[in-house]
């Protein structure tokens, strides 16, 4: 939980920076209603007359904030994230001695508390572009973002899409992780890990690329080149998208210049579409991956990651799923 409360620590920063900064007699009014948006999801929406984002948007944020405060007051929610996963390497045993495996004891609570919780931030930055984009005036491309992952017919035979997923996905590594718990079925882990990878590609798109450069652009070009600009604030915006995701990672930092540069090339449109087909494109592959290489092994009464044996005594691993997944 510290790692999300981070991300919206740093997001709501960023963000306040970037409208504070901004000419104050057009802002003021859109800072406002984005500070009783975030606060209030929905008032801020209902204020700016844009009703059916405040029952689309403004709901959505409602009803997965409720999900996620019931679930992590259960009874059954473990807190301590020492006693969900462990991370084994190969000096320390384990059934695959020759790479990194996870293991995760984690109850059916905290799985349901973390797929609401990311639901909610997923609409929160989604949000929070909408209102940025036209100073809040009614955005009618917002809605478009949500195709953005299913426009085959855009990307297919784009020549940078394929460099961008194979960027992301081959420089990734893809540990085995071992589930040690019944209280979700496969088809529920891989149900919300393709709904998480869909919001996940299109919020964190519209919030790196749509708002911090974007920003960083408009705020460069008046001193340096268009080029100059363009590679500047995708450089800044990169960097903040890396320390986002916890520490600075430069495999992570060159993927996000990638598609930094796919958003903004050397033309002066800005293609949020093609940036989130290939976060999204770059996320199912390698949530793939680690959905297919994924077993399961029943815990012991009482077991969890802080007290877990060296798993290569007499109990068996099973596959965590059947189908074959080909990539």
Not at 190 to 202: D, F, G, H, K, M
Not at 222 to 230: G, K, N, W, Y
Not at 256 to 263: D, K, N
């Amino acid at each position: 939980m510290v790692k999300k409360n981070l991300d919206i620590a740093l997001s709501v920063a960023i963000y306040f920076v970037l409208t504070t900064s901004i000419n104050a007699t057009s802002i003021s009014k859109c800072w406002g209603t984005w500070a009783i948006e975030t606060l209030l999801p929905g008032v801020g929406y209902s204020r700016l007359g844009q009703y059916d984002k405040a029952l689309t948007f403004g709901i959505t944020r409602w009803l997965s904030l409720e999900r996620t405060i019931y679930f992590r007051n259960h009874k059954d929610f473990e807190p301590d994230d020492e006693k969900i996963y462990r991370d084994t390497s190969d000096e320390h045993g384990g059934p695959y001695r020759h790479e990194d495996q996870v293991d995760v004891f984690m109850p059916y609570e905290n799985f349901m508390a973390a797929n609401y919780w990311r639901i909610y931030f997923a609409f929160w930055q989604i949000t929070s572009q909408d209102l940025y984009d036209k100073t809040c005036e009614y955005n009618n491309e917002t809605y478009g973002y949500f195709l953005s992952p299913l426009k085959f017919w855009d990307y297919l035979l784009e020549p940078t899409f394929y460099p961008g997923v194979a960027l992301q996905t081959e420089t990734q590594e893809t540990p085995k992780f071992v589930y040690h718990t019944d209280g979700y079925t496969k088809e529920d882990l891989q149900n919300w890990t393709l709904v998480n990878a869909y919001l996940t590609s299109i919020g964190e798109e519209l919030l790196s690329r749509g708002i911090i450069q974007n920003w960083f652009y408009h705020l460069f070009k008046d001193s340096l080149s268009h080029s100059m600009a363009r590679w500047s604030s995708n450089f800044v915006s990169s960097v903040i998208f890396t320390l986002l995701h916890g520490e600075f990672d430069l495999i992570l930092f060159v993927d996000s210049m990638y598609t930094g540069w796919v958003y903004h090339g050397a033309n002066p449109n800005f293609d949020l579409d093609l940036a989130i087909a290939i976060h999204f494109g770059a996320n199912t592959i390698t949530d793939g991956r680690r959905l297919q290489r994924a077993k399961d092994m029943k815990a012991k009464p009482g077991e969890d990651a802080s007290n877990f044996d060296d798993p290569e005594s007499s109990r068996t691993l099973a596959p965590r799923f059947t189908f074959q997944l080909r990539f």
